[in-house]
Nanobody, 123 residues
Framework: QVRLVESGGGLVQAGGSLRLSCAASGRTLSSYFMGWFRQVPGKEREFVAAIWWSASSTDYLDSVKGRFTISRDNAKNTVYLQMNSLKPEDTAVYYC????????????????WGQGTQVTVSS
C-alpha cells in the first residue's frame, strides 16, 4: 500500500509560481511511474504531467508545456511539480498518483492517489 500526500498548493497571482510536492509512504516509489492530474468542479480529472520511474521520460499536457516541470527524488520518495507562469485556467485541485502499468495519461492506469491540493490563480 502506498500513501500519497500532496502539499504546496495555494493562492497565487497570474504569472506567479508554485511548487507542489507529493510525499509517499508505505512503499518505495522507485518502481512506479508518477503522474499529476487536476480537476475542477463538474469536469473530469485531467492529465497534467507524468514521469517514468527512472525519470528518463516525462510527458505533459500541451497547455502546460514550457511552464510546468515534473521531477522526482526516489531517495526522498517524493515527486514535484514546479509550476511557473501560472494562468487563471490552471486553477484546480491537483492530485498526484502512482501507477505500475498502463498508459500514464489515463486515470485508470494509476493505483494510488493523494487527497489533492487546491491551486487558485487570480487574474
Amino acid at each position: 500500500q502506498v500513501r500519497l500526500v500532496e502539499s504546496g498548493g495555494g493562492l497565487v497571482q497570474a504569472g506567479g509560481s508554485l511548487r507542489l510536492s507529493c510525499a509517499a509512504s508505505g512503499r518505495t516509489l522507485s518502481s512506479y511511474f508518477m503522474g499529476w492530474f487536476r480537476q475542477v468542479p463538474g469536469k473530469e480529472r485531467e492529465f497534467v504531467a507524468a514521469i517514468w520511474w527512472s525519470a528518463s521520460s516525462t510527458d505533459y499536457l500541451d497547455s502546460v508545456k514550457g511552464r510546468f516541470t515534473i521531477s522526482r527524488d526516489n531517495a526522498k520518495n517524493t515527486v514535484y511539480l514546479q509550476m511557473n507562469s501560472l494562468k487563471p485556467e490552471d486553477t484546480a485541485v491537483y492530485y498526484c498518483a502512482a501507477g505500475a502499468s498502463g498508459r500514464w495519461k489515463f486515470t485508470k492506469s494509476y493505483d494510488y492517489w493523494g487527497q489533492g491540493t487546491q491551486v487558485t490563480v487570480s487574474s
